[in-house]
């Protein structure tokens, strides 16, 4: 079995505004091997990026993380001072944003941009600086590198914009590449591009990656591992197989239900009812509760533990707990020390929007 390379574990991330507490990242925990392949989805707001934001310590000013460990190696870089961080940063641990044109200073070259990460991260300068900004090129498919290096953001096309930041994050050879919505802005033709650039480049590097989107499908042939996540919490995590095909959350399901496919040409797509959660205002209990059609009161009252399915992977749901009770593969009790009865699986009626 793979060593572990990275490991989150109960992570909180809040925010300080006007209008009080915001809880992102509330309790989140997951493990990334050497070089695999995690990815994170979920709808805006759920808290993704800044479960990786966390990971990297580029919040915002008013964005702190109020408890929780990341292990890098073993050791939990939260701890660690910011000159310290600055050198895990690109060296370590590098990130791809969404955007690759407000990414890209549109003011200076490409190799300007490019040689200043490399300078900053190892110990290559002038001419040898130049040199790798070219080799990199080379690496990622940009043709022309010698006269590339010259020209600005601007007469890059978006795919080509998005080439240069992987360059840039893989100059320093990172032992982890963060990677935030690195499609979004591209077409459907250069997005598999883009993604099967990263996979080629992960089997010469060896690096660990963590894909972060709000596209299933982006991940669906890419990731060892999925996490869905929902109002700053894990909702269930297994391979691409189980979270396609044996789903066992209901926003698993949801987020499922409303993706396009060639099986339902003529058919509605089914969108989940409600409107995101308010992360001022957290329920009690499951976070995803007031939009699920499937809810039971016991949902309005207690967080749900994390419980493996019949097919072995893990998800937090209250209907989860129910099916491994009925089964008998369970007995469960509850926080409040009861086991769960037939009054908590009943609906949860004016609990639901």
């Known amino acids: ?25 509330n309790g989140v925990t997951f493990n990334l091997e050497e070089g695999k392949t995690l990815g994170i989805v979920g709808e805006s707001g759920s808290g993704k ?16 993380i109020k408890s929780g460990k990341v292990l890098f190696r073993g050791e939990d870089i939260t701890k660690w001072p910011e000159s310290k961080m600055r050198d ?16 890209l200073n549109p003011v200076f070259t490409i190799g300007w941009q490019l040689e200043e990460a490399i300078k900053l991260h190892t110990d290559r300068k002038g001419k040898a600086a130049e040199e790798r900004a070219i080799e990199m ?44 919505e690195p499609t979004t802005a591209l077409d459907v033709t250069i997005q598999a591009q883009i993604l099967e650039l990263m996979k080629d480049l992960q089997k010469k590097m060896g690096m660990a990656i963590i894909i972060v989107t ?44 409303s993706i396009p496919s060639v099986d339902k040409i003529g058919q509605r797509l ?24 499937a809810a039971m009161k016991i949902c309005l009252e207690q967080v749900p533990p994390e419980t493996r399915t019949v097919d072995g992977h893990l998800a ?10 009925e089964a008998g593969m369970i007995n469960f009790t509850g926080d409040s020390g009861r086991s769960l ?9 004016s609990g639901k929007d």
């Not at 793979?2 to 992102?24: K, R, W, Y």
């Not at 990786?52 to 964005?63: P, V």
């Not at 992360?279 to 939009?291: H, I, M, Q, V």
């Not at 009865?341 to 009626?349: H, I, S």
């Open 1 to 25: 079995m793979a060593e572990n390379i990275l490991s989150v574990q109960d992570l909180h991330t809040s925010f300080t505004t006007d209008h009080g507490e915001v809880m992102a990242v």
């Open 49 to 64: 990026s800044v479960t990786a934001y966390s990971i990297m310590q580029i919040l915002e000013k008013n964005g702190s």
């Open 88 to 103: 895990f940063r690109g060296k370590k641990c590098s990130i791809i944003f969404q955007d690759p044109m407000t990414s």
């Open 137 to 180: 090129l080379k690496l990622v498919g940009v043709n022309e590198p010698e006269k590339r290096i010259h020209q600005y953001p601007f007469e890059f096309s978006g795919g080509m914009r998005q080439r240069v930041m992987i360059a840039m994050a893989l100059a320093c050879e990172p032992d982890i590449l963060i990677a935030d």
């Open 214 to 257: 709000h596209d299933l499908g982006v991940i669906a042939q890419m990731a060892d591992e999925i996490i869905v996540m929902y109002g700053g919490r894990v909702c269930e995590r297994g391979t691409a197989e189980d979270i396609f095909y044996r789903p066992a959350h209901e926003y698993t399901k949801g987020l499922l239900r």
């Open 270 to 293: 089914v969108p989940i009812s409600g409107t995101p959660i308010n992360l001022l205002n957290l329920p009690k209990g499951c976070a995803f509760c007031p939009r699920c059609d």
């Open 316 to 325: 937090s749901c209250w209907m989860a707990v129910k099916k491994e009770a």
């Open 341 to 349: 009865k037939a009054d908590d699986t009943a609906g949860a009626g």
